[in-house]
């Protein structure tokens, strides 16, 4: 089966209508959404409602924006302008998408759960989501000491997606030994059943890799393969939007940078 992978669209409605007409045609039995679909950008109602309409099955998680925006927490650890596109996006919220955020899951889940038989790798195929890090929905992990701690926090998977980040990336751990990448531009991975894996695969609304084109995955479980894209979008006009609203201009400016 294959599976599409978001995450963090941030209210980039022009990004993540991009990445899906991209990906129209194929077929996909599950869509995993790794949260953080608002914050940022000037049209959350609208990614909000896409989900609706993403293809297969919808699997998802929520991200430390959508918390703060649905009126969850109060975002103490955000800066000033993450603090005002999160009021924003609150006062702009229709009432059901307010109710659709508050309602999203705490990962981490278990998407694909299978038991290793004998003889097999240790982890099976099982495949779990989460937004920061297994360990906790708000922490970053950049370092391999970080990703050493998310592996421990999930040991029933095989393979973990995370996000918020924003930076497409991978680490893997064999034997005890852990090593990370930078996922740059398009490429394609043959998972190994014998490591394990933490896998990022970017930002639809916000990447901050320095490459402005939105960042999604797709995995298939059949082949067990990961691929990663990046997708151009009209990105003047998702900083049109930004700029036409009461948010701060930086938040259109650095989606043109990638940062
Ligand atoms: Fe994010």
Partial sequence: MRYLILSDMHGNWEALQAVLRRVRRKQFGETLVLGDLVGYGAAPNQVIEAMSRLPGRLRIVRG??????????????????????AQW???????????????????????IESQAGA???????????????????????????????????????????????HLPSLFLLEEGRIA????????????????????????????????????????DSTRQTLRWYRCR?????????????DLPASLAERLAHGI
């Fill in 180 to 219: 990370g990448a930078l996922l740059r531009g398009s490429g394609v991975l043959q998972l190994d059943p014998d490591r394990r894996y933490l896998i990022n695969p970017g930002s639809i609304g916000q990447p901050r890799d320095r490459d402005p084109r939105a960042a999604y995955m797709i995995y």
């Fill in 119 to 165: 003889g097999e790798a240790p982890y099976g195929r099982s495949v779990a989501i989460c937004h920061g890090s297994p360990a906790d929905e708000d922490c970053y992990v950049f370092a391999e000491s970080e990703a050493l701690a998310a592996f421990r926090a999930e040991p029933r998977a095989w393979v973990t997606f995370f996000g918020h980040t």
């Fill in 233 to 245: 979008y009209p990105l003047q006009r998702a900083q049109r939007r930004i700029v036409g609203q």
């Fill in 89 to 111: 996006t609150t006062e702009r919220l229709t009432r059901a998408n307010l109710e659709y955020l508050k309602d999203l899951p705490v990962g981490p889940t278990l998407v």
């Fill in 64 to 85: 430390n924006h959508d918390k703060v925006a649905a009126g969850l927490e109060p975002g103490h650890g955000f800066n000033e302008v993450a603090l005002r596109a």
